[in-house]
């Protein structure tokens, strides 16, 4: 397999010979606001409306001229991009201006404290890996107290204070022959070891059906998607997924998951066992909006149900806002309005001004561990370029009291109001429309039972979001794509820059697709 150019086809032939099935191996050559420029059969600029936005990467638009002349500034001046180990001012001051925000938003004056990485997934690793050093500590404190638990029992009972009562000899199996002493050796003997083994179980992780967290090595344990996740099972942690807006499930996991030690006590002159939970859930990984899994809103009332579980065993959430943050919806984070408080922030995407690569993670004061800033670092992360830009990106968010959210609720209205009259006019293809501001979804429904053949072969091929997008794209230069977890969903996550020329053309372009479904028409989305 060779390119036109002659050049071997050594970057991924495989996905692009897919692509290509679907009519969406096409080249951009420019971008430009809510726009991409294809190229043509003759050279020639052909104009995208781009409702696909880099998948949450260009809020702000492609190539926002704030941002571009900022980049140029920095290369000009000769800005240090690499000067790791040193004080990064940079770096403090979007850590200080996103506690800004995040305090507004939230209604605490709680610090969080960011850790820098490069990308979604990474930031995902960041806040996983810190969560459980935090974990690990815990345990550490745990054991501790355990064994001084041991100690202060043996000295009372070495002292003649307190007594292996009966009742306790019975339930661990010790002679009633013995003396106090030799009892409680034995007692103890049997019950620190296996609090040991206890405390060594793997950390697991808890995650919502549907989530998708990232392909690395760990967040690729806690993305729900089988196909993503499967094969690599062996590499990482694992995660118990929880269905959608399913409190029960929550308890159900919990209790069949939970992990207990021993601890002694004494009390009224007696040596007791109690049973005492330990922290087996390093952390619950929750998005907002789930982003791949189809465009799913979490309920304020799932929310506070995830909250309150969280509080009483004591696990910290992870609220990932890689793709729903950065204002995309009208808040800088997604699940403000939700009530939902996150131990820790994931941001990436749109972060980076769509020219940046770049995320951060925060973490509350209350879990922060300044430990972790001494075992985890990247090359990349941190540098002046990607703050700088970062701090462009949120003074650009923040000015005019808010303009670009304002922006992104209103584009986001009329987006909706264009998909909402598909829906209604074509209820037998369209399923449901969701989202919230710049952040939409529409599902289609399952096709695979269709009258037509060439249709249910459409479905069968398990790309049907691809055909539909490549129709989208070849007909209509609408430029949109399935869900990565979730295919019968098309995803619609354009800039605040979209035009209402650009509506149009999607509203055209989804009613043509519509249309060619209804009339079973599966040669032509396939573009035979
Ligand atoms: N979390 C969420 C919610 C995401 O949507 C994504 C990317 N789609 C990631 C994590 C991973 O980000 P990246 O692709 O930058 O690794």
């Known amino acids: 397999t060779h390119s036109e150019s002659g050049t071997p086809e050594l970057a991924e032939p495989h996905l692009r010979q897919l692509l290509g099935a679907a009519g969406l191996a096409v080249e951009y050559v420019r971008a430009e606001g809510n726009t991409l420029y294809l190229r043509g059969d003759d ?7 781009d409702f696909a936005g880099g998948y949450g990467s260009v809020l702000l638009g492609h190539h926002h001229p704030d941002i571009v002349r900022c980049a140029r500034e920095l290369l000009d001046a000769g800005t240090p991009v690499h000067a790791q180990f040193s004080r990064h001012p940079y770096a403090n001051r979007l850590a200080a201006e996103l506690n800004q925000i995040v305090h507004r938003e939230l209604g605490t004056d709680e610090p969080y404290f960011a850790i820098f990485a490069n990308t979604g997934a990474e930031a995902v690793e960041a806040a996983v890996k810190h969560a459980e050093m935090d974990r690990v500590m815990r345990l550490a404190d745990l054991r501790g107290e355990l064994a001084a638990a041991v100690e202060s029992t043996r000295r009372a009972v070495d002292a003649g204070d307190a007594v292996v009562p009966e009742r306790l000899r019975a339930r661990f199996g010790i002679m009633g022959t013995l003396d106090d002493a030799a009892a409680f050796r034995e007692l103890a003997a049997h019950i620190e070891p296996l609090n040991g083994a206890r405390l060594d179980r793997r950390p697991l992780f808890l995650a919502l059906e549907g989530g998708f967290h990232g392909k690395l090595g760990l967040s690729v344990q806690l993305t729900h998607n089988e196909s993503y996740r499967a094969p690599f099972r062996g590499l990482a942690a694992q995660a118990r997924f929880v269905p959608r807006e399913s409190p029960e499930a929550l308890r159900e996991i ?8 021993l601890a002694f006590t004494v009390s009224g002159g007696q040596v007791d066992v109690v049973e005492r939970e330990f922290p087996v859930f390093c952390a619950f990984l929750v998005e907002p909006i789930q982003g791949e899994g189809g465009v799913h809103v979490l309920s304020p009332e799932f929310a506070g149900e995830i909250q309150r579980f969280c509080a009483e065993i004591d696990c910290p ?3 990932d806002e890689i793709q729903s943050g950065m204002g995309r919806t009208g808040t800088l984070l997604a699940s403000s309005p939700l009530g939902l408080r996150g131990d820790y922030y994931t941001l990436a995407k749109t972060l980076g001004g769509g020219i940046a690569k770049t995320s951060a993670m925060l973490v509350r004061q209350a879990r922060y561990r300044p430990e972790f800033e001494i075992v985890h670092s990247s090359t990349f992360a941190k540098d002046s370029f990607s703050c700088v830009i970062a701090l462009k990106v949120l003074e650009l968010l923040e000015a005019d009291d808010g303009a670009v959210y304002r922006t992104a609720r209103e584009r986001g209205a ?3 109001a264009v998909l909402d009259g598909v829906r209604a006019d074509f209820p037998e293809q369209v399923r449901e429309i969701r989202g919230e501001g710049l952040m939409l979804g529409m599902e289609f429904h399952d096709q695979s039972g269709a009258a037509s053949a060439s249709v249910r072969e459409l ?7 691809y055909f539909l997008a490549g129709h989208l794209l070849r007909e209509h230069r609408v430029r949109t794509f399935p869900t990565a977890s979730a295919l019968n969903t098309l995803r619609f996550e354009p800039s605040v820059r979209l035009t209402d020329a650009e509506l149009a053309l999607l509203d055209d372009g989804l009613r043509d697709l519509c249309r060619a479904l209804a009339a079973g028409d599966g040669e ?3 573009g035979r």
């Open 43 to 49: 050279g020639e600029e052909i104009p995208v409306a």
């Open 254 to 261: 919990h209790e069949r998951e939970r992990g207990v030690v």
């Open 317 to 319: 959430i992870v609220v």
């Open 414 to 416: 009329a987006l909706r």
């Open 459 to 465: 479905a069968a091929t398990g790309l049907f979001g």
């Open 524 to 526: 032509r989305l396939v």
